[in-house]
């Protein structure tokens, strides 16, 4: 069997189960523990590269335009509309942004009803899905999973803004942060400038930053330090 064709048996495995992981329930995020704390903000990198629309590393341009080829071969195998949507659903769920939602949906599914959290998002612009922490109902959770489902990719990386309006939002205890990419949008595109602003809002709040590095592209020493200057773990991917 060669390489497409293996390609395309998981591919399609993979359509099948995809609803799995909006159902699946965790209690951690990409092995990072969340029950530690009980007002979360996780803070989503959804500039152009996380789904291949910018990748400047050869190794994102050999994923994403294999898994634009995986796609369309499940598209065209099942052929009409159905093949269509599935194909579609295929070439989500191979990129950055997709996977992270596989990740990201299962913790939020998991977090118990005692605790409180958000979502903010980023490019060019920062996006709160809601301006305040919410608590974990059954109800909110599911409306957060409607929305990142929904959500598409576009835009630099702006995570100087992005920490800033996090650090605005009240009572929030730990942040998730995901990457792929440097910064490349926003008031402070420096990394050291972020380092340094970060401890400027963190000096009165001790709010844990963990981050998540996706990718070749994405600035490790960075995230890395992020991190460990806040209390947080490092988890390159």
Partial sequence: ???????????????????????????????????????????IDISG????????????NIISTA?????????????????????KQ????LTKLGKAKKELMPSIRGLSEDTYFTIVIFENDVKKWRNDLVQAT?????????????????GGTNISDA?????DLQGVETIFLLSDGEPTAGK??????????????????SVKIHTIGLGEDCDKEFMK?????????????
């Fill in 90 to 93: 295929t070439n989500n769920q």
């Fill in 1 to 43: 069997m060669n390489t497409l064709k293996k390609l395309f048996l998981l591919a399609s495995v993979a359509v099948l189960f995809s609803a799995c992981y909006m159902t699946k329930k965790s209690t951690d995020y990409y092995g990072i523990e969340t029950t530690t704390s009980k007002k979360i903000a996780y803070v």
């Fill in 225 to 237: 330090k992020l991190a460990t200057e806040n209390s947080g773990q490092f988890i390159d991917k």
């Fill in 67 to 87: 898994g634009s080829k995986v796609g369309n071969m499940v598209g065209n195998k099942i052929g009409g509309k159905v093949g269509s949507i599935i194909g």
């Fill in 49 to 60: 590269s996380m789904e291949g629309k910018a990748e400047t590393d050869l190794q994102g």
């Fill in 138 to 154: 059954s109800a909110n959770k599911n409306i957060a999973i409607a929305y990142l489902e929904a959500l598409k990719s576009g």
């Fill in 163 to 167: 920490l800033e309006e996090t650090f």
């Fill in 188 to 205: 402070i595109t420096s990394t050291d400038g972020i380092i340094n602003k970060t401890a400027e809002w963190n000096s009165s709040k």
